[in-house]
């Protein structure tokens, strides 16, 4: 098993989050909300547990593909080049899908699903993401020649680098850091629930394939931040659950495979008369 270096960020992880509390209460900002932190780092600490179970399983399975490699690229510096651009691009595919596919949304929402934004909002995790496959958007990298042991240590760094953007103490970076990289500018962007900001910025460490495939967004005004329809529960099971009992319930109504089909896989939002509206019939108003 590669090392667990989310484990090791977390003494880190607790540090900035006391040192952000810290100076939004000396400047009076009123950020953190101490039900909805907790529900966080329960969420967090939830997702940290399952992936005791999952991860394995996972690692299992791209050790199973590996041995179909096309090449076998190593472990040096060049492939491990390789592997961070290969994997960002990956992320940013899982994330759009993610916002676009509700099966892959039931799970994701849970990280929208705060109304503040502060560094405890990065530790809401799912609980379902590894068991309805999230890990299938990396398959061809270990199809390709990146070894399972790279694949994973990069999904954990691309996370624990994930962890700072999530605040709004730090403003706007310099232009050529913003450029290329994700910031709290670009992520508090995405975690907007503003009609402007739907469905942006879905970039792990790198902005670039935003910028590239049209999804970037600029932070012009200080976002509204959690869902369209937000759950109004600090109950971690409610959290984590609540978009896949909304798609049983719809799944129960269908009329038709069709609908069942569309209810599962097409834009969260979707329903046969129209009357709930996806981010794409939002925008086109």
């Known amino acids: 098993m590669p090392p ?13 989050i006391l040192l952000e509390i810290t100076i939004t209460t000396i400047d009076h900002r009123n950020l953190y909300e101490p039900k909805d932190a907790l529900s966080s780092i329960a969420m967090g600490l939830g997702n940290v547990f399952i992936g005791l179970f999952t991860k394995g399983v996972i690692l299992g399975i791209y050790l199973f593909i590996y041995q179909y490699r096309f090449f076998t690229l190593g472990f040096t510096w060049w492939a491990w080049v390789l592997c961070f651009f290969a994997d960002d691009f990956s992320y940013y595919w899982f994330h759009r899908s993610s916002h ?36 299938l958007f990396w398959l061809w990298m270990p199809l390709v020649g990146f070894h399972p042991i790279m694949v994973l240590s990069m999904q954990a760094i691309s996370l624990i680098y994930q962890f700072w953007i999530h605040t709004e103490v730090i403003n706007k970076l310099p232009r050529p850091i913003e450029f ?45 931040y959690g869902l369209t329809k937000n759950i109004h529960t600090y109950n971690p099971f409610r959290i984590a659950t609540h978009e896949w009992i909304d798609i049983w319930r719809d799944l129960r109504r269908a009329r038709s495979l069709r609908e069942a089909w569309h209810y599962l896989l097409d834009a969260p939002g979707w329903s046969p008369d129209g009357s709930r509206q996806t981010t794409k019939q939002l925008r086109g108003r």
């Open 180 to 224: 290329i990289f994700n910031t709290p500018s670009h992520h508090r962007v995405h975690h907007g629930s503003d009609l402007d900001y739907l469905d942006r910025n879905h970039g792990g460490m790198l902005i670039i394939w935003d910028r590239m495939f049209g999804t970037f967004t600029p932070e012009k005004q200080r976002p509204m």
């Open 100 to 135: 676009t596919v509700r099966f892959f949304w039931a799970s994701h929402v849970i990280h929208h699903s705060s109304q503040k934004y502060t560094l405890a909002t990065a530790l809401r995790q799912n609980w379902t993401g590894n068991l309805t496959g999230t890990f």
């Open 4 to 16: 667990n270096l989310i484990m090791y960020a977390i003494p880190g992880f607790v540090l900035l």
